[in-house]
């Protein structure tokens, strides 16, 4: 089955600075690779998601990129704002919707912007 | 619109109560399931539902049991509920085709003492 690593578990950047967090992939047959932001106490919330007949995919200030040869995929956050502050999950699946949507998360990483 | 609704979102029981967590989603969603969060683990998924009568195995699916006899609910039962249990249940759902995938619902809190 698929595999998702994420690392590092913990990010602490300075509000202002640009964090991006990475992960990594080992079904071939993934396509579909979603980030969730969960903040705490709270439910995981999609933020941005990417398919793999795309390189790149940017919304305001988070953009995600992804490698299919090399099986990875980051989210890129510019201009960090304390409220960026919570735990984002990465996450792959064969298909956004349907049969072939089954989710694997990687453990997350805690990010922290320090004011 | 309620979206993906679970409940309860908090229970304590003790160890070998049955109980089952309910989740319910009202935007005809075919694919539905469950996931435990657990510090440092991530969401592992538990059990899947690609459509009403059909139901398989997730990447911890040992202690639980599921059944899915209507698109709207995808009920979670604990037989026998071990403190390894102890954890955060989310129920997800996704449709068929479309230009969103998963929804969660907002978490049931489950304490096994």
């Known amino acids: 089955g698929e595999n998702v690593e994420q690392h590092p578990s913990t990010l602490s950047v300075q509000e202002g600075d640009s964090a991006v967090i990475k992960c990594t992939y080992s079904d071939s047959a993934s396509n579909y690779f979603p980030w969730y932001k969960q903040e705490l106490g709270k439910r995981p919330q999609l933020i941005i998601d990417?398919?793999?007949?795309?390189g790149e995919k940017k919304d305001q200030r988070i953009a995600v990129t992804l490698n299919k040869t090399a099986k990875h995929f980051s989210l890129h956050i510019t201009e960090t704002q304390p409220e960026d502050s919570a735990v984002y999950f990465c996450a792959a699946s064969r298909d956004r919707t349907g049969a072939n949507s089954k989710l694997t998360f990687g453990k997350g990483i805690t990010l922290s912007v320090r004011p | 619109n309620a979206g993906v609704t679970q409940t309860p979102k908090f229970q304590v029981l003790k160890t070998g109560q049955s109980m089952t967590l309910q989740c319910a989603q009202d935007?005809?969603?075919?694919?539905m399931s469950w996931y435990r969060q657990d510090p440092g683990m991530g969401l592992r998924l538990i059990h899947y539902s690609v459509g009403a009568g059909i139901t398989d195995q997730g990447e911890v699916p040992n202690g639980y049991n599921v059944s899915r006899s209507t698109t709207e609910d995808f009920p979670l039962r604990l037989l026998s509920a071990a403190p390894s249990q102890t954890s955060v249940y989310f129920c997800?759902?996704?449709?068929?085709?479309?230009?969103?995938?998963?929804?969660f619902g907002s978490g049931t809190r489950l304490t096994v003492v």
């Open positions: 935007m005809n969603h075919e694919y």
């Open positions: 997800a759902s996704s449709p068929a085709t479309g230009a969103y995938g998963y929804t």
């Open positions: 990417i398919r793999s007949n795309v």
